[in-house]
């Protein structure tokens, strides 16, 4: 049975994407079948993977609204080894158009239930809002992975998100649990940063990840070349970082 983890946080530029990318590819390496699902009307996730949002048809977005079901959709990201389905801005319509739709927050989780015995865990990355995209994503998931960089305003958005975990988990989906806090784009350099990660670690504890992903050019770089870091380049500090954050994952999955 897949394990579904949402990548969520309501700010943009977070790191959410690059989480998303470098952990389905890392956990592909350590042996995992993947599935990223690509949220974000920017399509970021599907670039980064090496698949041209562009040449999509059908995407995620006629998944949700019914039109097409997830294997006629999932594509290959032959170099991140795991698959996709691909988002692009077609899926900024979805917001408008699910409204009217029976059972709307709950598209995304019964188009997996199909394909549920193909993959041991499905990645969602959420576009930066807490919206009815993301609420799907809320809804079919496990678990919420966070990426977080540690600044002294990162705490604040993290209030809003845990509230709106907390009713997706009592109204539409008992099984939600925040499995980890990840603390991302870490420059020890910083002052500020190393406070706010050891303060990260001393407020909530184990639901923090071990791993922390260091801010590392080559994960930036990576995506103008449609590969994740891990693949682009695999000895690069941030790469290593996300294929250390895998193997904890996977021993946070099992521990569920
Ligand atoms: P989000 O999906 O939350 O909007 P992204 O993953 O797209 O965030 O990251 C925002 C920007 O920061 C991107 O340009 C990305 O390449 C860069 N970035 C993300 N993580 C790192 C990192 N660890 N080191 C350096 N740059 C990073
Ligand atoms: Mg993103």
Redesign the pocket.
Known sequence: MAKIFCIA?Q?????????CVNLAAGLAQIGQRVLLVDLDPQG?ATMGSGVDKRSLDPSVYDVLLGNATVAETRRRSELGGYDVLGANRELAGAEVELVGLDGRERRLKDALAVVDAEYDIVLVDCP?SLSMLTLNGLCSAHGVLV?MQCEYYALEGLTDLVNTIKQVHGNLNHDLKVIGLLR??FDPRITLQQQVADQLKAHFGDKVFNTV?????R??EA?SYGQPGVVFDPHAK?AQAYVECAREMVARVKAL
């Open positions: 946080n700010k943009g530029g977070v790191g959410k994407t690059t989480t970021n930066p990426p991302v784009m992903i260091p801010r590392n050019v994960l930036a995506p941030g």
